[in-house]
């Protein structure tokens, strides 16, 4: 059976509507950052285990973190809260943001995130980019809400 013309160009018109809606919300999405946030866990899983010298290779070794896996150890053990789920991260990036940023040709990722974890207590991390865009710690901490 023939569609009419005006059935046709209603449905078309219905299929436009439908694909402006779920690119908009698509583009109002929050981007997960899943890089940043498995460093961030893979670190927290190594201190967890007392591996401090691979939880060390995945940080800026310098300033808050330590510049070596000693100071990294001092560190953490003034932590006591190191696990939690991935509730955040901020400065908060959309992928329509992520859009934006890749049509003016700027990198899409941040130079630096801050991710939130959230079990026992909360516990902040902060990761910068460096160089052929890998990400590593330079801050973590536990804190009050």
């Known amino acids: 059976m023939k569609l009419k013309l005006g059935a046709r160009a209603l449905f078309g018109c219905f299929a436009l509507a439908l ?21 961030a866990k893979t670190f927290l899983f190594r201190l967890r285990n007392g591996d401090f010298e691979s939880a060390f290779e995945l940080t800026t ?12 150890r001092k ?12 509730v955040g991260s901020f400065p908060p990036q959309t992928n329509g943001n992520r859009l934006r940023r890749l049509i003016r040709g700027q990198s899409l990722d941040m130079d630096e995130v801050h991710l939130e974890f959230e079990g026992a207590c909360l516990l902040g991390v902060r990761l910068r980019r460096i160089s052929g865009n890998r990400w590593l710690v330079y801050y973590f901490a536990s804190h009050a809400g």
């Open 75 to 86: 560190f953490t053990q003034r932590h006591t809260c190191l696990s939690g789920r991935f």
């Open 19 to 39: 694909a402006i809606t779920g690119f908009f919300i698509w583009a109002k999405a929050e981007y997960g950052q899943p890089e940043p946030v498995a460093v």
């Open 61 to 72: 070794k310098s300033g808050y973190v330590g510049k070596t896996p000693a100071d990294l």
